[in-house]
Nanobody, 122 residues
Framework: QVQLVESGGGLVQPGGSLRLSCAAS????????MGWYRQAPGKQRELVAA???????NYADSVKGRFTISRDNAKNTVYLQMNSPKPEDTAVYYC????????????????WGQGTLVTVSS
C-alpha cells in the first residue's frame, strides 16, 4: 500500500510564507510524476505545481513567481514553498503522485493525499 502524507497547512497572512510537504511511503518502485493540486470551496480541483513524467515543472499561471515546487528524491518527498500568498490561494491542497508500486508484479498507480487546508487571511 502507498500513502501520501501532507503537512504544513494552516493560517497564513497575505504576503507571508508557508511550506507544504508531501511524503510518499510504501512499496514504491518509482515515481513518475508528483505535485500539488488545490480545491477552493465551490470550485473544481486545479493544478498548482507539479513535476511531470518528462522531468518538467508545470505551474498554474496564478502562482508563477510566488510558489516554488521542489523535491527530495531520496525521501520521496515534494515541497511547495508558498511566498506572498493571497486570499484567493485559500483552498485544500492535495498531493498527487503517479508511480509504480512493487507488489507481486510492478503496477502503475495514481495516489492522492488526504489534503491540507491553507487559509490566507489577515
Amino acid at each position: 500500500q502507498v500513502q501520501l502524507v501532507e503537512s504544513g497547512g494552516g493560517l497564513v497572512q497575505p504576503g507571508g510564507s508557508l511550506r507544504l510537504s508531501c511524503a510518499a511511503s510504501g512499496s514504491i518502485f518509482s515515481i513518475n510524476a508528483m505535485g500539488w493540486y488545490r480545491q477552493a470551496p465551490g470550485k473544481q480541483r486545479e493544478l498548482v505545481a507539479a513535476f511531470t513524467s518528462g522531468g518538467r515543472i508545470n505551474y498554474a499561471d496564478s502562482v508563477k513567481g510566488r510558489f516554488t515546487i521542489s523535491r527530495d528524491n531520496a525521501k520521496n518527498t515534494v515541497y511547495l514553498q508558498m511566498n506572498s500568498p493571497k486570499p484567493e490561494d485559500t483552498a485544500v491542497y492535495y498531493c498527487n503522485a503517479d508511480l509504480v508500486v512493487r507488489l507481486s508484479s510492478l503496477k502503475y498507480l495514481e495516489v492522492w493525499g488526504q489534503g491540507t487546508l491553507v487559509t490566507v487571511s489577515s
